[in-house]
């Protein structure tokens, strides 16, 4: 086989076969195809599209391509989650113990926060004491005691991914469907979970920006997901607005808790139908008996009990989450006072995400340090109404010269209106896969 022949193959529009896939993706990780073939490829693929066999064979390639995630001793009910990121999504925080006080097992590897996006891990690990290393013998004990282990990404999981991701990034070929279905699917099949929810957002503070886009990828992950014989549901969820109101990394582990403490609203109305899904499909309960159970696990403290064993099995202060002074705390909490009255029409979430990292709460580079202290506290969101000189938000620093930019980047998210807008759905659909028992 020649690399050159299967670039013209897929330039001139034709369907590759599975081994021609595995020859592309294993040739590339080994290193004996270079970057410029493989560039040449994926932007033929970001023209021509590729077919579903194709989409599953570059899944499964480069599933396959290091180490994958043994989960058999869990049977059916291991189970995980993936958000495609992004501002204030502290959903895995809420859901992992509801679904754990559930029956679920979720031994679920993590990633870190990078530009206007969060991170679980760090938020986790805004918890004094909280260790998101384990040893492989540590993470399954604690999973089969508690049913949640959160961990960061460990061992070589499919380096043919960071590899292409990496090349996509700077060769104008990431927002391809094929391409990112296969990148995100390829990271969870291997991650090893037998049932799989993904949430897929869309909006200003997404990768999707529309839901038609939004819906068209969460049906070809849930198909391709199926198709590799793992139980999927997706949700397309709204994220033109932050998800809360608390961004940050400590804030955050705050709202969590007062989720699984009973506060309504619609972070607790997402993570519930989240949490159903999984349970759904990991039990085989219905989605409503499943969503009457995530109900009575957070009405009778059940959850929130096993988010302080989960806690405090990863060396955390459990203390903390009853007492938050024990969280970090900023030194500044700076108000953003209104400049006028009126409808806060739209709030960008890419641009408030921006804001709190501004502060301190993300990272500009892979490396660099974070104030788990930093973030955003809204007072207002998209539909209220707002007088002039009302607190709009507290921005949270323990570096006060970030302030001013901080502030202008927050204020240029904010779109005003003399109407009150009309209010946007928070899941737009969800699409479900074929069961594997
Ligand atoms: N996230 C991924 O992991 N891969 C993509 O291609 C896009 C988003």
Redesign the pocket.
């Known amino acids: 086989m020649r690399t050159v022949d299967l670039i013209e193959k897929k330039r001139n529009g034709l369907e590759l076969t599975k081994a021609e896939i595995d020859f592309l993706i294993g040739g590339y990780t080994r290193g004996e195809i270079p970057d410029y073939q493989m560039a040449a490829w994926a932007m033929a693929v970001y023209f021509r599209g590729m077919t579903r066999e194709e989409t599953v064979a570059l899944t499964q390639a480069m599933e396959h391509s290091g180490d994958t995630v043994d989960l058999s001793a869990f049977g059916r009910y291991s189970v995980d989650k993936h958000s495609?990121?992004g501002v204030g999504d502290k959903t895995t925080l809420i859901v992992a113990p509801i679904v754990a006080s559930l029956g679920g097992k979720l031994a679920k590897m993590s990633g870190r926060g990078l530009g206007h996006t969060g991170g679980t891990v760090d938020k986790l690990e805004s918890i004094p004491g909280f260790q998101t290393t384990l040893t492989p013998e540590a993470f399954r004990r604690q999973v089969e005691e508690i049913g949640v282990a959160v961990i960061g990404q460990s061992g070589d999981l499919t380096p043919a991914?960071k590899k292409l991701?990496a090349l996509?990034d700077v060769t104008a070929t990431?927002d391809s469907m094929p391409?990112?279905a296969s990148?995100?699917l390829s990271?969870k099949l291997a991650a090893g979970a037998k049932s799989i929810v993904l949430d897929v957002k869309c909006g200003s503070g997404a990768?999707m920006k529309t839901e038609a886009d939004g819906r068209a990828l969460a049906e070809t992950m849930v198909s391709i997901g199926s198709a590799c014989g793992r139980n999927m549901a997706a949700l397309i969820t709204n994220m033109d607005l932050p998800l809360g109101m608390y961004i940050g990394n400590a804030l955050e582990v705050m709202e969590a808790v007062d989720v699984l403490r009973g506060k309504p609203g619609a972070l607790r109305e997402l993570c519930s139908a989240l949490a159903a899904q999984m349970l759904s499909l990991c039990h085989g309960w219905t989605v409503a008996e499943a969503t009457e159970r995530v109900t009575e696990a957070i009405d009778s403290g059940r959850a929130m009990e096993t988010m302080e064993k989960w806690v405090a099995a990863q060396g955390g202060d459990a203390a903390a989450l009853t007492d938050f002074t024990r969280l970090p705390q900023a030194a500044e909490k700076h108000p953003v006072l209104a400049q006028r009255s009126g409808y806060l029409t739209h709030m960008d979430a890419e641009g408030v995400g921006i804001a709190s990292s501004i502060l301190g709460a993300g990272r500009r580079q892979k490396g660099d340090t974070i104030d788990p202290a930093a973030g955003i506290v809204l007072e207002k969101t998209t539909g209220d109404y707002v007088e002039a000189g009302e607190v709009l938000a507290w921005l949270h620093t323990n570096q006060p010269a970030t302030l001013p930019e901080a502030e202008a980047r927050f204020t240029a998210a904010l779109t005003w209106g003399e109407e009150k807008p009309e209010a946007q759905p928070l899941i737009y659909g969800i699409v479900r896969g074929g069961a594997h028992g």
Do not use: A, E, N, P
């Open positions: 495609t990121g991914d991701y996509r990431v391409l990112i990148s995100i990271k990768f």
